[in-house]
């Protein structure tokens, strides 16, 4: 995992007794998930989610151990963590903690229904969405107040994904937000690289009621009003404008309506409204897979054109989009697009 602050290997969790977690009794490992302790007591980096996992009470800890304990074991070394000084040092862990985190199972509210209960237990706590889809502070914890309003994680924006009035979501009915979970897309995007895999290794697997509960919960969440965005000017508008004709429109269609359940609707995109533009460069420089699933097995590509259009060109491509067919999305800059292009190169 990358993170922020150096590169995290996560270790083996078969039950392999030398390299894994085989000799680990049942309280250590609900010690490891509800208090961020290794088996020889020393602290877990909070990239393991365990501020998420501590909502998780005792019977889902040891029913997770059990379907673990019942999988084939694997022998294979963890690398060491990359990670600078001091944070290479686990006891600055502990002060984070006393900072950020605050152990404790999820605690239901009576005045809402049974179904949002379990909405909210299963996004922050085993499906932890918060963890990806919530901006951080500086020292990598959650900030409370901009909760499921759009995080950020190796070069994607994880957008926005309250459903009441002024969320990312708010266009999406609860069943939407079902099909996307189960399938990986739907009528409004689909599933791409991180998100992908949640769907691939996690929500595809999900009950029918599980997921119409998480959906419940999210669209019970209103969000902030978003100011109107800077519009670009008349001549960015119109360079964007030929170069989507050019190389877009095909698939996306002149309107941005595309193509349901193909090409992804550009007019309304939550990834495209988001404000902060990263996924939208990333998408351009690089083209977009969304993930094949068990209900939808065909990929769904579209071509990269970093090659082909320089930062100016993707700049004035990306305003435009942002800006047409009721989006707003504030005008994207060539810097911008440079920044993503040279932290991508850096990574291969
Ligand atoms: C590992 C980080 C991560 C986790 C965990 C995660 N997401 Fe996402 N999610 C993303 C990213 C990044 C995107 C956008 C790019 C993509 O599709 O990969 C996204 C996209 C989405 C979208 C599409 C929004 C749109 O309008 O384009 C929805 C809906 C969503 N996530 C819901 C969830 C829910 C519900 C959970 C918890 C069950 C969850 N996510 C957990 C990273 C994550
Ligand atoms: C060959 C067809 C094709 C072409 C050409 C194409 N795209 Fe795409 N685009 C796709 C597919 C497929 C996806 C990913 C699937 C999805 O999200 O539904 C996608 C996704 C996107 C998204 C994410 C939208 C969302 O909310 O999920 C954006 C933004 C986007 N394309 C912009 C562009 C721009 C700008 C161009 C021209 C520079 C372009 N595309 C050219 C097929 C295409």
Request: glycine share 8%.
């Amino acid at each position: 995992m990358e993170t922020p602050f150096g590169t995290i290997h996560t270790p083996n969790i078969t039950f392999d007794e030398r390299t894994g977690i085989g000799r680990w009794s049942k309280d250590e490992f609900y010690r490891a998930l509800h208090h961020g302790r290794s088996r020889d007591g020393s602290r877990l980096y909070p990239a393991f989610p365990y501020p998420h996992f501590t909502k998780m009470p005792r019977e889902d800890v040891d029913a997770v151990y059990d379907y673990l304990a019942s999988r084939p074991r694997v022998s294979k070394e963890r690398k060491e963590h990359e990670l600078p000084f001091p944070l290479s040092w686990r006891r600055m862990v502990g002060f984070w903690n006393m900072m950020f985190f605050e152990p404790g199972e999820f605690r239901a509210d009576p005045a809402r229904s049974p179904e949002w209960n379990r909405g909210a237990y299963l996004v922050e706590g085993p499906g932890h969405c918060t963890g990806c889809h919530t901006e951080r502070n500086l020292a990598g914890a959650d900030n409370k107040d901009r909760h499921l309003m759009g995080g950020r994680l190796e070069n994607w924006a994880a957008p926005n994904i309250r459903g009441g009035r002024n969320g990312g979501l708010e266009d999406w009915s609860a069943a939407e937000i079902v099909t996307f979970l189960k399938t990986g897309r739907n009528t409004h995007t689909g599933a791409l690289t991180r998100m992908g895999e949640v769907v691939n290794v996690s929500t595809e697997e999900m009950t029918e009621a599980d997921l119409g509960a998480i959906a419940t919960y999210l669209k019970s969440l209103d969000s902030e009003a978003r100011a109107p965005s800077s519009r670009p000017s008349e001549a960015v508008l119109k360079a964007g404008r030929a170069i989507y004709f050019d190389n877009c429109s095909a698939c996306h269609v002149s309107t941005g309506v595309g193509v349901p359940h193909v090409f992804a609707r550009l007019a309304g995109s939550n990834k495209l409204n988001d404000p902060d533009p990263t996924t939208v460069i990333r998408i351009i420089l690089e083209g977009a897979r969304a993930v094949p699933t068990q209900a939808r097995p065909s990929p769904l590509s579209m071509p990269a054109f970093g090659w082909k259009l320089t930062d100016d060109q993707i700049a004035s491509v990306a305003s435009y989009v942002r800006a047409s067919w009721g989006n707003n999305g504030a005008p994207v800059t060539a810097a911008q697009v440079e920044d993503v292009r040279s932290a991508l190169t850096a990574r291969r």
